[in-house]
């Protein structure tokens, strides 16, 4: 089975910090997503990947960005964290683009900024 | 971007009853998903939908791609308590960057044992 490993479940960062939300998948697959999950908002997409070093923007990217260095790893920056940004982050990836490929979600990491 | 219109936003049953939840678009999809996500976990993949009047079931999970290719609906038979989650439907529209994957806001069930 595909794992996507997030690398901290909680994260508690003060406003204005640098924070970076880190996302190992260990299936060799292409696309690599960046969510956040906010009550009665559902998942709202920040940014994708396709490939190494290539980077898309999603739905509500202000405020973030990524880095995508090595095939398996997808990094989440946030620049200059602020309250606003306190959400369930969760990464997710996909072989490649397809009706047969669906989405491989990590656990998730639940983001408070103080 | 595109919207998923999920329904109901959430359902308090009572074990054992059967629930059904539905997903509407203006937009038609070639594929249709359904997810759970468990309380603290990252959403799972329950069924895939590839064609207009496709049903499938998983267990006690029916899902079905609307004729039109527009809608989606689950069905969970005999509800039990495991079954509490929020449950996603999500879209894809096509292939390259149009194949990513448009989600609804998801159903919260509750079940009472």
């Known amino acids: 089975d595909v794992k996507v490993t997030q690398s901290s479940r909680y994260l508690v960062k003060r406003t204005g910090e640098k924070v970076f939300l880190e996302c190992v998948q260990d299936?060799?697959?292409?696309?690599m997503f960046w969510y956040r999950q906010d009550p009665g908002l559902g998942l709202r997409l920040i940014y994708f990947s396709y490939d190494v070093k290539m980077k898309e923007k999603g739905d509500i990217p202000e405020g973030y960005s990524v880095s995508r260095e090595k095939k398996e790893r997808f990094s989440l920056i946030l620049e200059s964290a602020s309250t606003n940004q306190t959400s369930m982050y969760l990464c997710?990836?996909?072989?490649?683009?397809?009706?047969?490929?669906?989405?491989?979600f990590g656990s998730g990491t639940r983001l408070t900024v103080v | 971007g595109q919207q998923l219109n999920q329904s109901p936003q959430s359902m308090f049953i009572q074990e054992g009853e059967d629930v059904s939840m539905n997903c509407t678009s203006s937009s038609i999809f070639n594929t249709w998903l359904w997810y759970k996500q468990d309380p603290g976990e990252g959403p799972v993949l329950l069924i895939a939908?590839?064609?207009?009047?496709e049903l499938t079931s998983n267990g006690r999970l029916t899902a079905q791609f609307g004729i039109t290719r527009k809608d989606s609906f689950l069905n969970i038979s005999a509800s039990i308590p495991s079954d509490v989650g929020i449950y996603f439907c999500a879209g894809q529209l096509g292939g390259g960057s149009q194949g990513n994957l448009i989600f609804g806001k998801g159903t919260k069930l509750s079940v009472k044992p």
């Open positions: 997710a990836s996909s072989l490649s683009w397809g009706v047969d490929y669906g989405y491989t």
């Open positions: 939908l590839y064609k207009a009047g």
């Open positions: 299936m060799d697959h292409e696309n």
